[in-house]
């Protein structure tokens, strides 16, 4: 998994790439999301169109990334989740928790 960030506007995009299954990745997105915290940028968009696989391990990673933002009285949203993505945030019911955009753009709109 490769994670890319990127400002746009008063928000950051999470760019995610490969396969969200664990591994060093957990640590590194926790790391990441601690020093945006820090750094006062608590509007996070996880950009999910280049995840080609995730599982249990990766499910959680979203969740936790997810609780961090919130705990600090931030967002984190997901957005353009490819289909078989999406159908497993459905089947887990994740799709009532995250906030879901078709595309970053929509997601960024959904700041303003």
């Known amino acids: 998994m490769e994670l890319k960030i ?7 995009v999470l760019k995610l790439n ?3 299954v664990g591994g060093p990745f957990s640590e590194e997105l926790n790391t990441t999301l601690h020093k945006l915290i820090i750094q006062e940028k608590l509007n996070i968009i996880a950009d999910m169109s280049n995840v080609s696989f995730i599982n249990s391990t990766g499910l959680g990673i979203l969740i936790s990334g997810y609780t961090t933002m919130k705990n600090a009285d931030g967002q984190f949203k997901l957005a353009a989740i490819p289909d078989k993505i999406d159908g497993i945030l459905s089947v887990t019911k994740l799709n009532q928790i995250f906030e879901q955009f078709n595309t970053v753009e929509e997601a960024i709109n959904s700041f303003k």
């Not at 990127?6 to 950051?12: F, S, T």
């Open 6 to 12: 990127e400002e746009r506007y008063h928000l950051i």
């Open 18 to 20: 490969g396969k969200l």
